[in-house]
């Protein structure tokens, strides 16, 4: 099992299989190191099924992620100078988004006066509230 922060290197690509089921594939990086010696670590993973194509418009180059994979497994490969590099391959059975840059954006035409009807929202109940919710509490705590 691996958990791990990463950014996605390129869109998500999803593809059917002969059957019908869709599959997403991943190129992810995260850091390895610090500053003259830090370098990108691959990982290249496919997610299965309805959240593939569900996903893939969130799935977006440089969107953070928060990945969780099984079947991890290392690929030693000939790099076009000559040299040899490694990437990790996995299977991703769940993940999360971190990041909300243009991949969280909706993509509809109306996806402007939405994220002002929530931000009217938002601002309606902060009002309500007053600050936050942390001012409803009664400061007569017998602790």
Excluded at 91 to 115: C, E, F
Excluded at 116 to 130: F, H, I, L, P
Aim: neutral net charge; charged residues 30%.
């Amino acid at each position: 099992m691996l958990a791990k922060l990463v950014r996605l290197g390129r869109d998500a690509e999803v593809r059917y299989t002969p059957k019908g089921d869709p599959v997403a594939s991943l190129a992810m990086v995260y850091d390895i190191g610090f500053g003259d010696n830090k370098r990108g670590q691959w990982i290249d993973g496919t997610l299965w099924g309805k959240r593939a194509e569900s996903l893939r418009p969130y799935l977006t180059k440089g969107t953070q992620i928060v990945l969780y994979a099984d079947d991890v497994e290392l690929e030693q490969f000939m790099k076009k100078d000559g040299t040899h590099g490694a990437k990790l391959k996995c299977r991703v059975t769940d993940l999360s988004l971190v990041s909300g840059g243009p991949s969280i954006r909706p993509s509809h035409p109306n996806a402007k006066d939405q994220a002002q009807d929530v931000t009217t929202a938002k601002a309606a109940v902060m009002s309500e509230w007053g600050k936050g919710p942390a001012d409803t509490f009664d400061d007569d705590i017998p602790f």
